[in-house]
Structure formats: structure tokens, C-alpha cells
């Protein structure tokens, strides 16, 4: 089911309670935009998440993508970095979101801001990055049930 036409909180919350999370909103932003929760084995999952939506500004190519200069007004070990990737079209719909753990969240050497680029644009075009495929979409959604989701790693980050 196609999620068109929503602000990318609202895509991301959408495409995770269709995926079984609960979603939990804040009575005031100050950080995190909602918090997840899912019941998986014996034990509940609780993951705070911010949304940083990316629509690409020009269609020239980029072996990295995704953000590189955000800031994040929270943080937390567990929490997920939710990026939905727009073509730039007139349809608002994601072509795919990716769920990123703290390990995947880099800091810049200023100190205030994070760096995540899991994402190229070749021919024009936005695609995954090799070693970031495990995040996206259900395979993202499916890896933050895991209890070591926030150390997850991918082979031959550079960036």
C-alpha cells in the first residue's frame, strides 16, 4: 500500500504500524518525534526515532547521500535515525526509508552535527548503497526488533 502525499513523519509512522509498531507521540517536540514500541518474544522494544527526510536538490552524481551536516536535538543508544528518500517529484511518496541504529549515526568533527549517507545518486537516480541494503524498508524495519540493533555495523563504511 502505497503511502502518498504525507509529511515524512507521517509516511515513516504509517509505514512502521503496518509493520506491527505502536506509535507513541509526544505531548511537545523537543526532540525525538515519536517513540516505537513492539512486542517481539517475551520482551517489548521501545525505540525513540527522529525523521530526517531527504529529497535530492540536483540529479548529479554522488557516491554518498543521505545527511550530512544534521542536527539532532536528542539523542539516545537506542534510538532510530528514519530516513524516507523522495525522488523530488510531484508525488510525495518515499521511494524507500531507511531505519538507522546509533552506530550508523557519525559525528562530524564539530561536534554538533551527524552524518548518515547510505544513499547514492547515479544516472539521475537515488538507489541504496551496498552495505546499507539491510536498513531499508522491511529489512530495516524487521532488524530494529533485534536487541543488538543498535550495534549493528555494515563492511566498508567510508565516509
Not at 530526517?52 to 550530512?68: A, C, I, L, N, V
Request: charged share 30%.
Amino acid at each position: 500500500m502505497p503511502i502518498e502525499g504525507i509529511p515524512a513523519e507521517s509516511a515513516v509512522a504509517a509505514y512502521l504500524a503496518q509493520h506491527g509498531w505502536h506509535i507513541y507521540y509526544p505531548r511537545r517536540d523537543v526532540g525525538f518525534d515519536f517513540i516505537i514500541s513492539k512486542p517481539v518474544d517475551k520482551r517489548l522494544v521501545l525505540r525513540p526515532v527522529q525523521v530526517r527526510s531527504r529529497y535530492p536538490r540536483r540529479q548529479s552524481d554522488k557516491r554518498y547521500f543521505g545527511h550530512q551536516r544534521t542536527k539532532l536535538s536528542q539523542t539516545h543508544p537506542d534510538m532510530v535515525l528514519a530516513i524516507p528518500f523522495y525522488d523530488g517529484g510531484e508525488v510525495l511518496r518515499p521511494l524507500f526509508i531507511g531505519f538507522f541504529p546509533w552506530s550508523q549515526i557519525r559525528p562530524n568533527r564539530d561536534g554538533e552535527t551527524y552524518r548518515c549517507l547510505p544513499a547514492k545518486i547515479s544516472g539521475g537516480r537515488i538507489g541504496i548503497r551496498r552495505d546499507f541494503r539491510k536498513f531499508f524498508d522491511d529489512a530495516g524495519c524487521a532488524l530494529m526488533e533485534r536487541e543488538d540493533f543498535r550495534d549493528q555495523q555494515i563492511d566498508n563504511y567510508r565516509a
